[in-house]
């Protein structure tokens, strides 16, 4: 806007107004806003790749792949080939994004986004210290873009996550209800939690390695449904299902109630097969114990209704992230040890990590030549 005295206020351009529709959440305008500009500038890699994401954002995966590969026959730029690498991901093509997001790096081209795509592969793969460091260099680039902010917000402390939950909640921005939905709930959480004043999880047992069996969990008597962990929890023992695509320790309610375990705040969780989100919420955990290990004030999500997926619960392995971990089926074991130090730590604070995550010492790390590191796939 003009800040002239006297002047008249400057009109928003068609590229802000497709902008800012996109930011509320206005998908569909934002795509008309879009095709207007392109109108007008054909080649702009902007118009299409916000076209692309609002697509992607309305899970209109064809139409978005269809847009980008429209865009790049006008314009081969950095930004476009970025947008279409999210395509890519979006469609399990992840080795492909991945290249393509790093081509966009070592190119030199500033595109936050591409940082980003590289950070959720990194992610992906359990590479969660180059994860941070993609993160934090995209925040450094682009510290506007939401998704950006959302997953920087992550790396941020206890206390600055609060802040940044209470701002975004009380804006528009474009989640959708169920992003808002759990925004809210787990602002609920970190604030029953502050309340509390209460440590958050740590590992309390004076080793750091342990070997301890998987459990057989069975459909029927011929058929095997995965493996478990015999885990006790405020020593009740139960056996979870071993999940390795889950990041949380999610109980049925009565397990969670032999326990003592009582609610903090309510949470939506997934569903199994396609049940779709199911109402549960998140309780402390006094003790968790895995073998030799035992862990403190750890949360866990608990399903209010009676069942989850017919098992105990289910547990899953990236909340052994600070581990090594070593699954070795044909001898059903478990085994965990601590990880190498990093180079900057005096001291390793082990503990498992969640969803819920809410320790106070989750600070950005320095992000020691990052800029200027080159990206390589995989």
């Excluded at 006008?74 to 930004?79: F, G, I, P, T």
């Excluded at 080795?95 to 030199?108: C, F, I, L, P, Q």
């Excluded at 109630?257 to 549960?280: L, M």
Aim: include cysteine.
């Amino acid at each position: 806007m003009s800040t002239l005295p006297g002047a008249l206020p400057t009109p928003p351009s068609v590229l802000g107004a497709a902008h800012a529709l996109f930011l509320k959440g206005d998908f569909e305008g934002a795509i008309a806003q879009y095709q207007v500009f392109l109108k007008e500038h054909p080649e702009s890699p902007d118009g299409y790749a916000g076209i692309v994401r609002a697509y992607l954002k309305e899970k209109k995966v064809e139409d978005a792949s269809r847009t980008a590969e429209e865009g790049l026959a006008h314009s081969d730029s950095a930004r476009l080939r970025t947008a279409r690498a999210e395509v890519w991901f979006r469609q399990g093509k992840i080795a492909e994004a991945e290249k393509e997001w790093a081509n966009v790096v070592n190119s030199g081209y500033p595109e936050g986004r591409a940082y980003l795509g590289l950070a959720r592969v990194r992610d992906a793969v359990a590479m969660y210290k180059t994860e941070r460091a993609m993160i934090q260099r995209a925040h450094e680039i682009d510290p506007s873009d939401p998704e950006i902010q959302e997953e920087w917000v992550a790396t941020l402390s206890f206390s600055e996550r609060v802040k940044y939950l209470e701002s975004m909640l009380a804006g528009e921005n474009n989640w959708s209800a169920e992003e808002r939905e759990d925004a809210a709930n787990y602002l609920r959480y970190l604030k029953e939690r502050a309340k509390q004043k209460a440590s958050p999880c740590r590992l309390a047992s004076k080793g750091t390695a342990t070997e301890t069996a998987l459990v057989r969990l069975l459909r029927d008597p011929d058929h095997l449904r995965g493996y478990g962990l015999a885990v006790k929890i405020n020593g009740r023992k139960s056996s979870l299902l071993l999940d390795t695509g889950a990041s949380h320790i999610l109980v049925k309610r009565s397990i969670a109630e032999h326990a003592g375990i009582s609610k903090i705040s309510e949470v939506k969780v997934a569903g199994i097969g396609k049940k779709g989100r199911r109402d549960a919420y998140v309780g402390i955990a006094d003790s968790i114990k895995v073998g030799d290990l035992e862990f403190q004030n750890c949360p866990i999500e608990v399903m209010e209704s009676r069942s989850v997926g017919g098992e105990d619960g289910l547990i899953g392995a990236d909340v052994f992230e600070d581990f090594l971990v070593e699954l070795d089926f044909p001898n059903a074991k478990l085994r965990l040890s601590e990880l190498p130090k990093r180079p900057s730590e005096t001291e390793q604070k082990l503990a498992l990590r969640s969803e819920n995550d809410d320790s106070e010492d989750e600070t950005p790390e320095e992000n020691s030549g990052a800029k200027d590191t080159e990206a390589k796939p995989g």
